[in-house]
Nanobody, 119 residues
Framework: QVQLVESGGGLVQPGGSLRLSCAASGSIFGIDFISRNAMGWYRQAPGKQRELVAG???????NYADSVKDRFTISRENAKQTLYLQMNSLKPEDTAVYYCNTNPTRFDWGQGTQVTVSS
């Protein structure tokens, strides 16, 4: 079973930036997992449903939720088998727990990483 591990969250002021990372491990299927699958970053704010905020296909095409377009950038580094989410111009409404998974989701959720945007 693949385990997805997110990191890089924290407390940041409005207008600030963070870069989230996601790595896959736990089984032989973790090898090349990030590069062999369409991946996504998701977030869940308190009292709200989890939503997809950014996706990347195996070919490198990306898509974003309207709420984060032009502020967030999804990318992956195949050599490190790591998925990234660069978040700029953060707003308080970006506060949430952020998760990575395939897109569409096919694996258990990891613990996520908390992002809090507050002054």
């Amino acid at each position: 079973q693949v385990q997805l591990v997110e990191s890089g969250g924290g407390l940041v002021q409005p207008g600030g930036s963070l870069r989230l990372s996601c790595a896959a491990s736990g089984s032989i299927f973790g090898i090349d997992f990030i590069s062999r699958n369409a991946m996504g970053w998701y977030r869940q704010a308190p009292g709200k449903q989890r939503e997809l905020v950014a996706g990347i296909t195996t070919g490198g095409s990306t898509n974003y939720a309207d709420s984060v377009k032009d502020r967030f950038t999804i990318s992956r580094e195949n050599a490190k088998q790591t998925l990234y989410l660069q978040m700029n111009s953060l707003k308080p409404e970006d506060t949430a727990v952020y998760y990575c998974n395939t897109n569409p989701t096919r694996f258990d959720w990891g613990q996520g990483t908390q992002v809090t945007v507050s002054s």
